[in-house]
């Protein structure tokens, strides 16, 4: 496995729910888990939890942050680990305060997610107003679960892509701390916004619009591309469209994409006949990345 290849799948494993880890180990079921007394502290804002998305926080500095929290085993660490020490040196620079939650705490406080002992009160993150002056972006269709944002925008900025555009009627209303772990922390740097339908043409007219499809696709209005085909001008403003995972893209979106982009699959005779949204997304911005260094 190569570099890139460790890189991307990386970016999309965002780790498994902490409590049927714990539920295991316990003994207890899920429901006692959830339901056992812990008291703890009130939050101005919500709970935004792991080290990369705090450290990213605090570097990006557009939440407020009304106070950290850290674990003793977490903060001693921080000799060793370079990731915490920065956290806490921006802490004290910033002059947050600094407090400490018992591990149950740390797993009720963040719905039992994995945590890595460091959280933040924060406020929460707004969605941005849609700029039009990007050379790229990445347009999500129907795309709504937390953990394939945070993975796709985890790989667009990996990749230079620093706005994220969803589907005003096709998103989630919130952008919220799982998306941010699972993008571990990218989030944090980039512009989210969102669109109507009633604007969409408008909005994106200054930009080529490229959608993805599945193989097999036909469409009799817009070119189909295998990926290894797909060729760009370097100097055009490119919005690359990415629809769902059961529907894919809308009819709406479909009509406004100049081509369709696919990836083919090796396996002619079987059933996964599909790839992971975020995956489909590394895959095609790194194809589109290349295909730049080539021009």
Same mark, same amino acid.
């Given at each position: 496995?190569?570099?890139?290849?460790?890189?991307?799948?990386?970016?999309?494993?965002?780790?498994?729910?902490?409590i #049927?880890?714990?539920?295991?180990?316990?003994?207890?079921?899920?429901?006692?888990?959830k339901? %056992?007394?812990?008291?703890?502290?009130?939050? /101005?804002?919500?709970?935004?939890?792991?080290?990369?998305?705090?450290?990213?926080?605090?570097?990006? !500095?557009?939440?407020?942050? #009304?106070?950290?929290?850290?674990?003793?085993? +977490?903060?001693?660490?921080?000799?060793?680990?370079?990731?915490?020490?920065?956290?806490? %040196?921006?802490?004290?620079?910033?002059?947050?305060?600094?407090?400490?939650?018992?591990?149950?705490?740390?797993?009720?406080?963040?719905?039992?997610?994995?945590?890595?002992?460091?959280?933040?009160?924060?406020?929460?993150?707004?969605?941005?107003?849609?700029?039009?002056?990007?050379?790229?972006?990445?347009?999500?269709?129907?795309?709504?679960?937390?953990? &394939?944002? !945070?993975?796709?925008?985890?790989?667009?900025?990996? #990749?230079?892509?620093?706005?994220?555009?969803? @589907?005003?009627?096709?998103?989630?209303?919130?952008?919220?701390?799982?998306?941010?772990?699972?993008?571990? *922390?990218?989030?944090?740097?980039?512009?989210? $916004?969102?669109?109507?339908?009633?604007?969409?043409r408008?909005?994106? %007219? *200054? #930009?080529?619009?490229?959608?993805?499809?599945?193989?097999?696709?036909? &469409?009799?209005?817009?070119?189909?591309?295998?990926? @290894?085909?797909?060729?760009?001008?370097?100097?055009?403003?490119?919005?690359? +469209?990415l629809?769902?995972?059961?529907?894919?893209?809308?009819?709406?979106?479909?009509?406004?994409?100049? /081509?369709?982009?696919?990836i083919? @699959?090796? @396996?002619? &005779? $079987?059933?996964?006949? %599909?790839?992971? +949204?975020?995956?489909?997304?590394?895959?095609?911005?790194?194809?589109?990345n290349?295909?730049?260094?080539?021009?």
């Amino acid at each position: 496995m190569n570099c890139f290849t460790k890189r991307l799948f990386s970016s999309i494993d965002s780790g498994p729910n902490l409590i #049927f880890r714990k539920a295991k180990v316990s003994g207890k079921s899920i429901e006692d888990l959830k339901s %056992s007394k812990v008291i703890v502290p009130g939050f /101005k804002g919500e709970a935004l939890y792991g080290t990369s998305p705090v450290l990213e926080a605090l570097i990006a !500095g557009r939440r407020k942050i #009304f106070k950290l929290y850290i674990k003793r085993s +977490v903060k001693d660490r921080r000799f060793e680990d370079g990731r915490v020490s920065k956290i806490l %040196s921006l802490a004290e620079e910033l002059k947050i305060p600094v407090g400490r939650l018992t591990q149950a705490q740390f797993d009720r406080k963040t719905n039992f997610q994995l945590h890595n002992g460091v959280c933040i009160d924060a406020s929460s993150m707004s969605f941005s107003d849609f700029n039009d002056e990007c050379q790229q972006l990445l347009f999500l269709d129907g795309v709504l679960d937390p953990g &394939n944002i !945070g993975a796709i925008a985890r790989t667009a900025f990996y #990749f230079g892509i620093s706005q994220l555009v969803l @589907r005003s009627s096709r998103c989630p209303n919130l952008i919220t701390p799982v998306m941010s772990k699972a993008s571990s *922390g990218a989030l944090e740097h980039m512009s989210v $916004s969102k669109l109507d339908d009633e604007v969409l043409r408008e909005k994106l %007219s *200054g #930009f080529t619009l490229i959608g993805t499809v599945e193989p097999g696709s036909t &469409n009799e209005k817009v070119p189909i591309i295998d990926i @290894r085909n797909f060729t760009t001008d370097q100097g055009k403003k490119l919005a690359l +469209v990415l629809g769902d995972e059961g529907e894919g893209m809308s009819p709406l979106m479909r009509s406004l994409c100049e /081509k369709l982009v696919t990836i083919p @699959r090796l @396996r002619e &005779n $079987s059933s996964v006949n %599909s790839l992971n +949204v975020s995956v489909a997304a590394g895959i095609f911005l790194y194809h589109l990345n290349q295909t730049y260094i080539k021009e």
